[in-house]
């Protein structure tokens, strides 16, 4: 399969492609740009200057957060701005109810405490996501199900988190990972036909739409972060949202110490557990001050990526992650793809990637094979894990975990490029693509350096 790919055929398809996309766009890079060296080979940058930095702030913040100081109602039982920040954040997403949290992980714990899973309970959850996912469930006690990945859209394979289900599955928890919605329709009919609680795990996906509705407002309810990466952020912190009123009640219960109320003077609450996870006023204002550019960034963001894909479209050997057809909009917290050394002459994806920060066009690996992970495999001889579930059933624990694809996806294909990028200037994106055919045309050279 190496160098399968024929370079005069590749760079008459640019001429090509370059004169077609020209019709719906302002400015294509041509094939003809590519023929100045990659910079590791000591080239000019394609992407000399920098983007946008993150996060965005102005003096909105600055006195945002100098009214909560001076208030002196600095947490959420003594002032009103979280409470504010929770109705504007509800009817941004369009969902019923929402409830600020501590982080995106006291989001999904919140959750779970609200649904009583404990020792005994599975939990489905994508192998290809961000630790906190894993660790929300074994906190609990309760067995992790690590379902395999979609190769085509980094998302979880919803044939196979069907068929990770069994009389212990307690919830079913999608991950829209990147920020593009996981195959939504199929887990609501999932959840139905099994009558198990669907959870998103959003954290990654503020904004992005299923057929025109937020993600947040599928399952039973949604899980949010704005840690100081994401695409709504206050350094930590997140939210919950959901449709059911009794719900939103059981989670605002558990994450003021299982003890209800909404003042200081606390009632009797529900259940028989719960902890601290509240937010400050000051991360509630800092919200409510980014709220005023989120819309405008989403949609940045969803056009600069739209665009980017179009100029990789005929780049052969990358694959941008396939979006679902019910897909309205991503978040694109990443902009993910699929690279194929096979067309840049047998070049590893490490390679690519050091000369890809050569060109000034930060990125990643992503995600790995957490299912393989020492920390994840250590629960199979966990004492308490021993205890519950006893030695047959983790040893099979560990072999269910099985995720062949997933393997395949992170080994070697995977790349990440990252929200803020996409920010940028259309000019960006061409600078972005032209990078990325420059290593294309001269990946022999750069292999063998
Ligand atoms: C998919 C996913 N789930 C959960 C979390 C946890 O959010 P936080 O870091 O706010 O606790 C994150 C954060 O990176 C995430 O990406």
Not at 44 to 55: L, N, R, V
Not at 411 to 417: I, R
Request: hydrophobic residues 40%; contains cysteine; aromatic residues 10%.
């Amino acid at each position: 399969m190496r160098n399968r790919f024929n370079r005069r055929k590749f760079i008459n398809n640019l001429a090509i492609t370059g004169a077609g996309l020209a019709i719906g766009a302002p400015h294509i890079v041509s094939a003809g740009t590519s023929n100045t060296k990659p910079a590791i080979l000591g080239g000019p940058k394609a992407h000399a200057g920098s983007f946008p930095s993150w996060p965005v702030m102005d003096a909105v913040e600055e006195k945002g957060l100098a009214d909560v100081l001076k208030s002196k109602r600095w947490g959420r039982l003594d002032g009103s701005v979280m409470a504010r920040f929770e109705s504007e954040y509800s009817q941004l997403l369009g969902a019923r109810h929402s409830l600020g949290v501590s982080s995106g992980t006291a989001a999904l714990t919140t959750i779970l405490g609200a649904l009583d899973i404990g020792p005994g309970d599975e939990v489905i959850i994508p192998v290809y996501t961000f630790v906190a996912t894993y660790n929300v469930v074994v906190l609990n006690y309760a067995l992790p199900i690590l379902v395999d990945t979609d190769m085509e859209s980094f998302q979880i394979d919803t044939a196979k988190a069907e068929g990770a289900i069994t009389p212990q599955t307690k919830v079913i928890m999608p991950v829209h990972i990147g920020g593009s919605p996981a195959d939504v329709d199929a887990f609501v009919a999932m959840g139905k036909k099994h009558n198990i609680p669907v959870v998103e795990d959003a954290c990654q996906a503020h904004l992005a739409e299923w057929k025109g509705k937020k993600v947040g407002n599928f399952g039973l309810a949604g899980a949010f972060s704005f840690q100081s990466s994401k695409n709504l952020n206050c350094a930590e912190g997140g939210a919950i949202t959901t449709n059911d009123e009794s719900f939103i009640t059981n989670c605002y219960t558990f994450h003021n110490q299982g003890q209800g109320g909404r003042s200081t003077s606390y009632s009797t609450g529900m259940g028989t557990r719960g902890t601290n996870l509240r937010l400050t006023e000051f991360q509630g204002s800092l919200l409510l001050s980014q709220m005023a550019r989120v819309v405008e960034q989403s949609n940045r963001r969803w056009e600069n990526a739209q665009y980017l894909s179009q100029l990789l479209k005929d780049v052969p050997g990358i694959t941008p992650a396939k979006l679902y057809p019910g897909t309205t909009k991503s978040a694109f917290h990443l902009y993910m793809f699929r690279y194929d050394k096979n067309y840049f002459a047998g070049l590893s994806r490490e390679k690519f990637l050091e000369a890809l920060t050569a060109e000034g066009v930060p990125n990643a690996t992503g995600y790995g094979q957490m299912n393989k992970s020492s920390y994840v495999t250590a629960l199979a001889t966990n004492k308490h894990y021993l205890k519950v579930y006893g030695e047959k059933t983790m040893k099979e624990w560990l072999e269910r975990n099985h995720c062949p694809q997933n393997d395949a996806l992170t080994s070697e294909q995977s790349v990440w490029l990252f929200q803020y990028m996409l920010l940028g200037t259309r000019k960006d994106m061409e600078q972005i693509a032209e990078a990325i055919r420059k290593i294309q045309q001269y990946a022999g050279e750069i292999a063998k350096k």
